[in-house]
Every structure is written in C-alpha cells, then in structure tokens.
C-alpha cells in the first residue's frame, strides 16, 4: 500500500515563486468521494492522466496512483462528481523536501494552497515566512470537497 503524508497550508505573500518552477496546468475531478474514500482522475498539462484512489482521513492516507490513456480519462469526465478543479502546480525546493504550490482559477479563484509530503509524520522541516495557516486538518480544503462544495469561505 502507498502511503502519502501531506501537510497543507494557506499562503501570504509570494515569496515562493523565487524559487518556483514554471509550473504544470492540471485539471482533475472525482469519480466517487465520501469520508475516508476518494477517486480522481487528474490531466497534467493536457498530456498525461492519473487515476488516483485515497483512502483514511488525515495526516497519513493510503494512496494508489496509475497512469490510464488520456483519452480514458477524457471520456471519464462526463461521471465526475460536481466541479472539475483547475489549477497550476508549482514545484517549490525547501532542503530535501519539495512544497507544491497549487494557485487554483475558474471558482476557486484566488485560492493558493500549499501542500508538503514528509517521509513520515513527525518530520521537521524549515517553516518559509510564505506559509501561512495550517489547514491540514480543516477537510473543507481537500480536493474533493472543494470539488463538491466550493471554495471554503475563508480561502
């Protein structure tokens, strides 16, 4: 079993596109999302498609990912549960480790998330002045839920 270890946070201020790499366009949306459960299907840069199974709630979840023929996930999307998310991903270096910046358009806008995945869960890691509120245990800013639900008031 995979096992993804995500801590995810609010952003102020910009000072992570120093650093920053050009960035990846995704578009994703969920083939089925309830708690503890979540399938999606991502494209990456209109070029590459993922199908992704998640499960288990916070810090530490199980997560499978395959590569499936784009135009599977293409003809997938007409099964999507509420709205496809758009976003572009930022790759931001922090000492061994790597933030992903995700700066989301259409009605997401003008959220920018930032998520780090650690080797496990107690892994210290240098705070940038960048990142703002921890919201890793807030489920209102996991993917699916903005997915079906919208931007949370506060982002």
Do not use: C
Request: glycine share 8%.
């Amino acid at each position: 079993m995979g096992t993804e270890i995500e801590r995810k946070f609010l952003l102020r201020g910009d000072g992570w596109r120093e650093t920053a790499d050009r960035g990846t366009e995704i578009r994703q949306f969920y083939l089925a999302a309830r708690e503890g459960v979540s399938v999606r299907v991502r494209i990456k840069d209109e070029a590459k498609a993922l199908l992704t199974v998640k499960s288990g709630v916070g810090l530490s979840r199980g997560e499978y990912e395959y590569e499936i023929p784009l135009e599977d996930a293409r003809e997938m999307e007409a099964a999507r549960l509420g709205h496809v998310l758009a976003k572009r991903r930022f790759r931001v270096p922090l000492s061994e480790l790597t933030v992903e910046v995700d700066v989301f358009s259409g009605d997401l806008a003008p959220l920018v998330l930032a998520e780090i995945e650690l080797p496990d869960e107690a892994h210290p890691f240098e705070r940038p002045d960048w990142l703002g509120e921890e919201v890793s245990e807030d489920a209102r800013y996991t993917n699916a839920a903005m997915a079906l639900h919208g931007r949370p008031p506060s982002g």
